[in-house]
Structure formats: C-alpha cells, structure tokens
C-alpha cells in the first residue's frame, strides 16, 4: 500500500490530501480497514462484492466508501451502519438493512440505494423508507424518473422529497386507504418538489397525512397531487406553503395551488 498525494471529491468540493486506498476482502477486514495509517489524512475504502455485517459498523469522517462491481453490505437484523465519512456509489442497491448518515455527510440520497426499482409494479416501500431513515438530522431524498409504487411511508422533520421534475418522478400508492406520505408529530420542515403523488382514482387515501399535530414550515412546490380522496391534509400548522402545484381529487375535478 503506497502513500500519495491524490485528490478526491468530497461533498462536491476538490481536497488534495495525503491518503491511502484499500480494498476490502471480507467484514472483518472492512472494518479493519477503516483504521487510519500514520500520517494519512483521508482513505477511501473500496466495496467490490457483498459483505455481511453483523454487528453495528460506524465509518469514521476521515473515510470515503466507494462501491463499484456490484459491492454491497447486508446489515443483520439489528445491525446500524453509521456513515461519518463521503461515499461513492452508482445508481444501484448498495445496501440492505439499516444506515444512517452523519450530519452533512451526504447531499441526497436514492431510494435505489436501498433497491428501488421505480417501474410502476415493484414494491417500493421499504426502499424509500431506509432512505428516509437514514437521513438521521434531515436531507434530501431524490426520485429519479421512475414510478415508485409504495404502500406509504412515514417521512421525518427537516427532510426534503424532490424529483426530476413533475412529469418525471412519482410515488405511486397501490393501497385503497391509508397515506402515500405520512407526516410524523410535531413536523417541522418538510419539503415536497419537483415530483407527483398518483393512486387509481378509487382510493380514500391521503396524498399526505398531517393529522398528527403540529405542522410547521411545510412546503410543496412544482408538484401534482391525484386520485385521492383527500390530496393534501393538514389538521394544524403555521408557515405552509403550496407553490405551482396541482390537486385532483376525482378524474376532472382539481385545483391549482400558488403560481402568483
């Protein structure tokens, strides 16, 4: 393992630093391969294949993930990985179980980074859930174009949904009744945009549920609600805000929301 000085990416930004690469070989030596060596500033630890985590695993600041060939962590049951340092990832599942990102970590993160398929028909749910719940002090989750067919999902404070745009990305609720976007107690700042909320037209569902109390600075912008009994529900709040948006409740019957 030879030391250099390399430049990599780190939340967009170019560093130079000295650090080291490694690529590990089974869990054990994943782990073991995050310890720093004398005099390195940074490490980037590559995951070509599958590793079976079966203890909670946490990835120090000072360590970037890169995954490449189909490399994946399997987390057990009641495992958490903890990721404080950047990652590299393609647009495909990397990981099955529970994560969590340390603050500022990550910029966005994708529900196929926990095996979404965004076709219409997969179950999609717990997918976008892990990638809510990995979002431990809020971010922003981002829909690539695709169908998201979800059974609804319970979203946190301080979390951002965000598509490739109206046309292009959406959840798609497959249930009768129930909530496509469930917000949790006492919310505070969430963010829908860019994206559309579907179900079949035949539904009393929610489009989001905010019966819980109490909602503060909710915003959707640049959206489309439809098919719902009930688009948009929210039973106490301050600072809300729909921007250049579109409920139908029944097909031939909406509204549009801001746009002046």
Avoid at 2 to 10: D, E, F, H, N
Avoid at 23 to 32: F, G
Avoid at 95 to 113: A, I, L, M
Avoid at 250 to 257: A, C, L, M, V, Y
Wanted: hydrophobic share 35%.
């Amino acid at each position: 393992m030879k030391k250099r000085i390399s430049y990599c990416a780190v939340l967009g930004l170019a560093v130079a630093a000295f650090g080291f690469n490694a690529e590990a070989k089974d869990a054990k030596d994943l782990a073991s391969s995050f310890a720093l060596s004398a005099g390195a500033y940074y490490k980037t630890v590559t995951v070509s294949q599958r590793y079976d985590v079966k203890s909670d695993l946490t990835v120090p600041a000072r360590v970037s993930l890169k995954f490449e060939n189909g490399g994946a962590l399997k987390l057990a049951k009641d495992a958490t990985l903890t990721i404080n340092g950047s990652i590299e990832a393609p647009m495909q599942q990397i990981f099955d179980g529970s994560v969590v990102f340390g603050p500022g970590r990550v910029s966005k993160v994708y529900p196929q980074w926990w095996g979404a398929m965004g076709d219409g028909t997969h179950d999609d749910t717990a997918a976008i859930q892990s990638a809510i719940d990995s979002l431990s002090r809020g971010g922003t989750v981002f829909f690539p174009p695709g169908e998201y067919a979800n059974k609804g999902v319970t979203t946190a404070s301080k979390v951002r949904f965000k598509g490739a745009g109206v046309d292009s990305s959406a959840m798609k609720f497959t249930p009768k009744d129930g909530a496509c976007i469930k917000l949790p107690v006492d919310c505070a700042s969430f963010r829908l945009e860019d994206m559309s909320l579907v179900t079949s037209g035949e539904s009393l569902a929610y489009g989001i549920d905010g019966t819980n109390e109490y909602v503060r600075y909710f915003s959707m912008r640049n959206f489309s609600v439809t098919g719902f009994k009930t688009g948009i529900y929210i039973q106490q709040g301050m600072h809300i805000t729909l921007d250049y948006g579109y409920r139908m409740l029944r097909p031939g019957e909406g509204q549009r929301d801001g746009g002046h």
